[in-house]
Nanobody
Framework: QVQLVESGGGLVQPGGSLRLSCTASGFTLDSYAMGWFRQAPGKEREYVASIVWSGGNTYVADSMKGRFTISRDNAKNTAYLQMNSLKPEDTAVYYC????????????????WGQGTQVTVSS
């Protein structure tokens, strides 16, 4: 069964950090580009970051550059999203997704999606 499972979400104070993980089962990530998206209540799913299969190219949405970093460890079949200097407006459900191509922010082009992990930034 093909599956992506996110973990690492939770409650954090403003200015804090979290690292999200996305682990694949049923397939190997090393031939897939990976992306992270987020969705806040009442809003559309928003692009966060993406990384090519080799890890050589990464892209982070402008509003998160300098705070968020995407990475991957193909040996562990896992992708990561390191989030620093978190703000209350970063509160959302964070999803990872995998694609055979390099769709970057084109969420409809991703082949697999995880169920999401909640991130809440609040004091």
């Amino acid at each position: 069964q093909v599956q992506l499972v996110e973990s690492g979400g939770g409650l954090v104070q403003p200015g804090g950090s979290l690292r999200l993980s996305c682990t694949a089962s049923g397939f190997t990530l090393d031939s897939y580009a990976m992306g992270w998206f987020r969705q806040a209540p009442g809003k559309e799913r928003e692009y966060v970051a993406s990384i090519v299969w080799s890890g050589g190219n990464t892209y982070v949405a402008d509003s998160m550059k300098g705070r968020f970093t995407i990475s991957r460890d193909n040996a562990k079949n896992t992708a990561y999203l390191q989030m620093n200097s978190l703000k209350p407006e970063d509160t959302a459900v964070y999803y990872c997704a995998g694609a055979k191509t390099w769709p970057m922010w084109l969420k409809n082009e991703y082949d697999y999606w995880g169920q999401g992990t909640q991130v809440t930034v609040s004091s």
